[in-house]
Structures are given as C-alpha cells and as structure tokens.
C-alpha cells in the first residue's frame, strides 16, 4: 500500500468527514418560520382571538389541505384587513400564500388548499388599513407529507 | 394553463349583498422540491398570481408560493354594488397569463 503523506490523509480525512455531513433542507427551521413571520409583522406584537383558522387537526394527504380563514373586522373603507399571510414551519419554504383584501371584499374571508410537508403548526397573520396587527395558529397532524418527493 | 378555467360567480344580487366566488385552475404546481428517477430535481413552476377586478377595481389578489395545492383553489367575498364584470387573471412563473370573466346583474 503506497504510503501516504500526512497532508494527504488529512485532507482524504476531510472530504471524508465533509460527505458524511449532509445538511437537511427538507424543512424549514422554526427559527425561518420566525423570520417569515417578522417580516410580515416586523417587531410588533400582534393581537390573537381575531382570526379564526380553519384546518383538519388531523390531515391524511399532505398534497392538499383545506384551509379556510375568517378575520373578525367591519371591512369598511376606514377599517379593513388588507393582508392576510400564512405560515407553515414544516415545509422547505415557510411561506404558504399572501393574501390582498380591500373594503370592496366585504367580509375578511379567504380559502383555499395548500400543500403541507408534515406534523407543524400553520400561523394566520393580519394586517388592517388602521395599522393592527393580528396573528393566530393551529397545529395540523400530517400523516403523508406533501411537498417533495 | 391550456384549459378553461373554472368559476363560480352569482349571476345576480341585490345592491349592498356580499356574493362568495369561487375558483379553480388546472396546474400542476411543480414546487422545485421534486427530483425525477434520476436524482435531478424538477424545476420549480407554478402560478404565482391570482387577481379578481371588478369594473376594473382590485378586488382580491393572491401571491401564491409553492405551498399552493396543485390546481390552485381560491374562494373569497366580494360586496356589490352596481352591475358589472368580474375579470380573473392567473399569472405563472412564465409571465404567462390566463383570464376569465363574468359578468353579474345587481338591482
């Protein structure tokens, strides 16, 4: 067996020990979650009770979840919900959707279906044209996951 | 996003009611987080807009990110006043854009 140079079995060493560490980006940390949900909200706390979120506790295809929300405000043109935005942290990206109200929307209701990678907790944020903020969120037991392969 | 896509607007209401819409588009949503038999990944391609005007006004928009179910679903409120056509258009990675309308009588 030729022999080897200590740098050389160092460095093999090393490309070993790098392969060997694969980084999982699969799913979002908690801590992106976080981060998405500061960018829509910035420092501020956020008022909770005002959103009611509508999700299966459990969900059996991860592909396509029903989600329903329903923000509690007059919806007039001095008063209204103009961004709705929701947050998973079980998936590879946190953000799910964003969506833009106006007083023309009459209630502050919006559903649809989203795609969630697994058991997480689902965040529903707020914002009204006076300047509140609000935020509320639910946990979704996922038993097939649906955002990769 | 070659098919019609599908919705469902009232045809009529009294001035002042709230009507739901609701919508729905074929598209497969590719997320980019797929990878094909061989190990590549699957470029990322969805609709990554949906916009609801009426008479021209802004009414309802979504920014859609992959976490959107394939054939993207929308339902939403809008209060009427007066008659007039709603316009949808659904925008995907592409620049391509598809769109749809209905009109409504409201007395």
């Known amino acids: ?11 093999l060493g090393a490309g070993i ?13 908690p801590a992106e979650a976080d981060a998405e949900i500061a960018k829509f909200i910035g420092a501020k706390a956020a008022e909770g009770g005002k959103i009611t979120i509508d999700l299966p506790e459990i969900a059996e295809n991860g592909n396509t979840v029903p989600l329903a929300i329903k923000v509690d ?21 946190p953000g799910i959707v964003k969506f833009h109200l106006t007083p023309m929307s009459g209630r502050a209701e919006a559903a649809t279906r989203i795609r969630l ?13 006076t300047g509140k903020l609000y935020a509320d969120r639910k946990v979704v037991k996922v038993t097939v996951g649906g955002c990769g392969g | 996003m070659a ?12 001035k002042g009611d709230i009507i739901q819409i609701k919508t729905l588009i074929s598209h497969v949503m590719e997320t980019g987080f797929r990878k094909d038999e ?28 992959p976490a959107i179910s394939a054939n993207p679903y929308f339902e939403f409120t809008v ?9 949808f258009a659904w925008v995907d990675d592409n620049g391509t854009v598809t769109t749809a309308e209905q009109g409504i009588t409201v007395s």
Not at chain 1, 117 to 129: D, E, F, Q, R, W
């Open chain 1, 117 to 129: 990678g697994g058991t997480g907790t689902v965040t529903v944020l707020a914002k009204t044209s």
């Open chain 2, 79 to 87: 209060k009427v006043e007066d008659s007039g056509t709603f316009a």
């Open chain 2, 3 to 14: 098919e019609k896509p599908r919705l469902r607007v009232p045809s009529e209401a009294k």
């Open chain 2, 38 to 65: 061989s190990g590549k990944p699957i470029p990322r391609e969805i609709i990554n807009s949906f916009v609801c005007t009426f008479n021209g006004h802004e009414v309802f928009r979504a920014d859609l990110e």
């Open chain 1, 73 to 93: 405000s007059p919806m007039t043109a001095d008063d209204y919900v103009s961004e709705i935005r929701v947050i998973g942290d079980a998936n590879p990206n």
């Open chain 1, 17 to 29: 020990t790098l392969t060997l560490v694969a980084v999982d980006d699969s799913v979002a940390t």
């Open chain 1, 1 to 11: 067996m030729p022999s080897l140079t200590r740098r050389s079995a160092l460095l």
